[in-house]
């Protein structure tokens, strides 16, 4: 089976505008979840989709949004970006819902680089 | 306020060594998951627990739940052990990090 894959790998945007970060989860795994993680910070929950819909969110503002697909493939989007948003963000599958109670399976994560 | 709180930060290490990494939490839980991330950015996770212990090779889990406490330990260490240790806790709705533990395994 392949793995969790996201894309872009790597993104360069500047102050103010907006970004859309997609993950594709392992086939037949219908929970994604989103994480940042930052120097300072380390990890953090963003949120979990399951069937389409937001299951979990943890403490972000909302310039935060996400959503889920039919096929499970989710996209994050981040508006009005910060300096501070500047972090590698990390998807994870798991077979169902989970609020952190199914094992994770982690891609590769998207570096994005606010200018 | 820190849910979860691991140590040591940083441990360096002989090959063949015994090591411990512990994490502790203040929170009720759902689970307790172990993951290793390496150079790069990707995370592999190791071990999700509830009770008791589990083991996979060289790698062993604990948690007391009474006293809100996990520990990993890696016997024979070896360099590609070389990572960072992340203790994480899910609540059932929310996922708590701890701020890794840094291993470097010297051959």
């Known amino acids: 089976k392949a793995g969790v894959t996201q894309t872009p790998r790597y993104l360069i945007k500047t102050r103010g505008q907006q970004v859309t970060l997609s993950c594709s989860p392992i086939s037949g795994h219908r929970s994604v979840s989103w994480y940042q993680q930052t120097p300072g910070q380390g990890l953090q929950f963003l949120f979990e989709y399951f069937s389409e819909t937001q299951r979990n969110k943890g403490n972000f503002p909302g310039r935060f949004s996400g959503r889920q697909f039919s096929n499970s493939r989710s996209e994050m989007n981040v508006s009005t970006l910060e300096l501070g948003d500047s972090a590698l963000y990390l998807c994870a599958s798991s077979p169902t819902t989970s609020g952190g109670n199914n094992e994770q399976f982690f891609g590769p994560g998207t570096r994005l680089t606010v200018l | 306020k820190n849910e979860v709180e691991q140590s040591p930060q940083n441990l360096t290490a002989q090959e063949g060594e015994f090591i411990t990494i512990n994490c502790s939490y203040s929170v009720g839980i759902s689970a307790l998951h172990w993951l290793q991330q390496h150079p790069g950015g990707g995370i592999v996770s190791l071990f999700m627990?509830?009770?008791g212990k589990k083991k996979h090779g060289r790698l062993i889990a604990t948690i007391n739940i009474q006293e809100k406490h996990s520990s990993l330990h890696i016997t024979a260490s070896h360099p590609r052990d070389s990572a960072v240790y992340i203790c994480a806790v899910a609540t059932g709705n929310q996922f708590y990090f701890g701020t890794g533990t840094s291993l470097t395994v010297i051959p």
């Open positions: 627990l509830s009770s």
